[in-house]
């Protein structure tokens, strides 16, 4: 019996799938879904925001 291969690029499959892909190829095709932030802005997330700095803030060195 002659071992399945993948139909894009040949290679031998141990557990063929049902569409004839490989994993590898079956990764190169399927696509990267990119979910918006909501508010547009990147590295934003809701609920968090960021510390004010103020100059010459005291720190234990300064003490």
Do not use: I
Not at 1 to 19: K, S
Not at 22 to 45: A, S
């Amino acid at each position: 019996m002659t071992p399945a291969r993948c139909r894009q690029c040949g290679r031998r499959l141990r557990r063929p799938a049902r569409d004839g892909l490989g994993p590898v190829c079956r990764r190169r095709t399927t696509e990267v879904l990119l979910v918006p932030v909501p508010d547009g802005t990147p590295g934003h997330v809701p609920g968090q925001t960021a510390l004010p700095l103020v100059p010459l803030q005291p720190t234990l060195w300064s003490l």
